[in-house]
Each structure stands twice: as structure tokens, then as C-alpha cells.
T-cell receptor, first 113, second 113 residues
Framework: QKEVEQNSGPLSVPEGAIASLNCTYS??????FFWYRQYSGKSPELIMF????GDKEDGRFTAQLNKASQYVSLLIRDSQPSDSATYLC?????????????FGQGTTLQVKP | SAVISQKPSRDICQRGTSLTIQCQVD?????MFWYRQQPGQSLTLIAT?????????ESGFVIDKFPISRPNLTFSTLTVSNMSPEDSSIYLC??????????FGAGTRLSVL
């Protein structure tokens, strides 16, 4: 079992719709969870981070964390063509503060005008 | 956040040669990492660059192949040694700032012929 799993997609949504991206992780001791956006040919860009169970909202983005289910998701409201990119879920494993991140394989999002 | 300068941005190298990649940060940071992103894949952690001591390598990566230097808290280098076409990847440095937030440099796109 992979440590961090994402559906590779592509996930295709129409412009203005809600895009829902999902991620599961295997290390129950994980404390920090991150969503990065990566445009083709570019480096990853931090979108959201979440540490506590529940929802965290920032503009059109909402991160949701459920530690009991070992599940983290990213919702993008009012999706725009400029949101088309690969979204990487990353987890800081275990309880030690090493700063290391384990990445999922990424979900490709396509927002169609 | 942090401003991370990575050089070179891209290079084409011959089999059997070595390439050294530089990563410069605009502020002192404790944690610095090197990742590899193979074509069409997600990010894989190579090693943690430790200031003043030997780097900590992840499983599957060894010092002879990927020697790392970290002479101070703002600078690190990664060398890809005795290159083969399988080393063709994007190599990224990252730093941790603030609340365990990790930021990435622009990456070095390496092609080995």
C-alpha cells in the first residue's frame, strides 16, 4: 500500500463547478497535510495546509481533514480554466518534526470553459 | 515564505559526467531538502541537507551517487554523479519556513544523453 494515495485522474469539471480532490494516507501518526498545485513545467506551489480535523477555507479553496478515516480532501469552488493543473497531496509522516513530506502521485484537474 | 534560487534551471549532459545543482535561500533556514521528480511522476525525497554534517538519505539514494553539501543555513548543493539516462529528471530543493511549511525552488531540468 502506498503511503499517500490519490486518483491520478484526469478529473474534468466544467467552468464554475466544484472540483473535489481526494487523498488517503497510511501513517496514522501523521500530523500535517498539504496541498500543492503544479502547472506543467513548473515547481509545486503551496495552496493549503491543514493540521486539525475539520474544514479550513481560504478563498475558493477548502481543505478537509478526517484523521479517523485517514482522509484529506481539497474542494475548489467556482473552478476556472486557470485551475487546470496537477494537485499534489503531501503528508508529514509520524509525530517527529523532521519536516519531510511524502507526496501522492497527484491528480490532474482539467477545467473546461 | 522564502525566495529560493536554484541553478542551473536546465542542463543537457553526457552519460558518465556529473552535474552540481546549487540552491540559495534569501534567509537562514534549518531544514532544507532535495527531491527528484521523474517524468510524469510525483516528487520523491532524496535527502535532508544537514548544516555542518552529512546529509540524511532516503531509502534507495546513496551519498556516492548524490553527494550533498550544506556549508551554511542559506546554501546547499546536490551533485548527480556518473549520470545515466535514468537520471533524467527534475531536481528540486525545498526549505521549511514558519509552521512547518515547505517551499520549493524552480527546479533543475536535467536531460542525460
Amino acid at each position: 500500500q502506498k503511503e499517500v494515495e490519490q486518483n491520478s485522474g484526469p478529473l474534468s469539471v466544467p467552468e464554475g463547478a466544484i472540483a473535489s480532490l481526494n487523498c488517503t494516507y497510511s501513517d496514522r501518526g501523521s500530523q500535517s497535510f498539504f496541498w500543492y498545485r503544479q502547472y506543467s513545467g513548473k515547481s509545486p506551489e503551496l495552496i493549503m495546509f491543514i493540521y486539525s480535523n475539520g474544514d479550513k477555507e481560504d478563498g475558493r479553496f477548502t481543505a478537509q481533514l478526517n484523521k479517523a478515516s485517514q482522509y484529506v480532501s481539497l474542494l475548489i469552488r467556482d473552478s476556472q480554466p486557470s485551475d487546470s493543473a496537477t494537485y499534489l497531496c503531501a503528508v508529514n509522516p509520524g509525530s517527529s518534526n523532521t519536516g519531510k513530506l511524502i507526496f501522492g502521485q497527484g491528480t490532474t484537474l482539467q477545467v473546461k470553459p | 515564505s522564502a525566495v529560493i534560487s536554484q541553478k542551473p534551471s536546465r542542463d543537457i549532459c553526457q552519460r558518465g559526467t556529473s552535474l552540481t545543482i546549487q540552491c540559495q535561500v534569501d534567509s537562514q533556514v534549518t531544514m532544507m531538502f532535495w527531491y527528484r521528480q521523474q517524468p510524469g511522476q510525483s516528487l520523491t525525497l532524496i535527502a535532508t541537507a544537514n548544516q555542518g554534517s552529512e546529509a540524511t538519505y532516503e531509502s534507495g539514494f546513496v551519498i556516492d551517487k548524490f553527494p550533498i553539501s550544506r556549508p551554511n543555513l542559506t546554501f546547499s548543493t546536490l551533485t548527480v554523479s556518473n549520470m545515466s539516462p535514468e537520471d533524467s529528471s527534475i531536481y528540486l530543493c525545498s526549505v521549511v519556513v514558519g509552521e512547518n511549511i515547505q517551499y520549493f525552488g524552480a527546479g533543475t531540468r536535467l536531460s542525460v544523453l
